[in-house]
């Protein structure tokens, strides 16, 4: 029995979907864009990060290069006082955080004249306090992208880590040279951490 002749029409069905077999693997295969680096890294790696690393970092300082605000923040353990403003990257904005170092008296002497006791909620300061406070040291800092950023553009900007630890949730890449950590899932970067060099060894 004779199998009956494959027409022309099926021929060119199978060209075509080989073709598109061959169009798809090219298309997974294509160099993927270079990851572009953070813009304003660079520049805050040599003005505020490696200071920092350096403990050598004060509020003064960190103002010159991001406008921002006090806020006294209660607590149980002992107050803190943080100072925060924004970063501009372009179209996006991200929040800066930081822990200005207070000794036991000074935290109690900001309670009292805020009128606060440890467990109300925290409070903005006078901008006045700005300056007398300028060459307090900054013991920690924290920088969080408006939304979950490619790790990729991370190591764009900084290189590979010097160490990856798994976590509970994702993962922290460690930058001992800067006492910065950064917090990733799924390969997104949600926030760093920076910290002096000396505090994040003893971690």
């Not at 923040?73 to 955080?97: F, H, I, K, M």
């Not at 000074?106 to 903005?124: M, V």
């Not at 990856?164 to 799924?186: K, N, R």
């Not at 970067?189 to 971690?203: D, E, G, I, N, S």
């Amino acid at each position: 029995m004779k199998l009956p002749p494959i027409r022309l029409q099926h021929w060119l069905i199978f060209a075509v979907v080989a073709a598109l077999f061959f169009a798809w693997g090219a298309w997974l295969m294509r160099p993927q864009p270079a990851a572009q680096p953070i813009p304003w890294l660079a520049q805050w790696q040599g003005e505020v990060l490696t200071p920092l690393a350096d403990d050598r970092l004060n509020l003064g300082q960190l103002r010159d290069t991001v406008a921002g605000e006090l806020w006294l923040q209660p607590s149980l353990d002992g107050a803190r006082l943080l100072y925060r403003g924004e970063l501009q990257d372009g179209d996006e904005t991200w929040a800066v955080e930081a822990e200005i170092g207070l000794d036991k008296a000074e935290r109690e002497s900001l309670l009292a004249a805020a009128g606060l006791k440890p467990t109300d909620k925290e409070q903005p300061l006078a901008s006045q306090l700005l300056e007398p406070l300028a060459n307090h040291p900054i013991i920690a800092l924290t920088l969080l992208p408006p939304a979950p950023l490619d790790a990729a553009r991370l190591a764009a900007s900084l290189g590979q880590p010097r160490l990856t630890l798994e976590l509970a949730q994702g993962q922290a890449w460690v930058y001992p040279e800067l006492g910065m950590t950064a917090h990733l899932q799924d390969d997104a970067l949600y926030f760093l951490y920076a910290v002096p060099r000396h505090l994040l060894q003893q971690r």
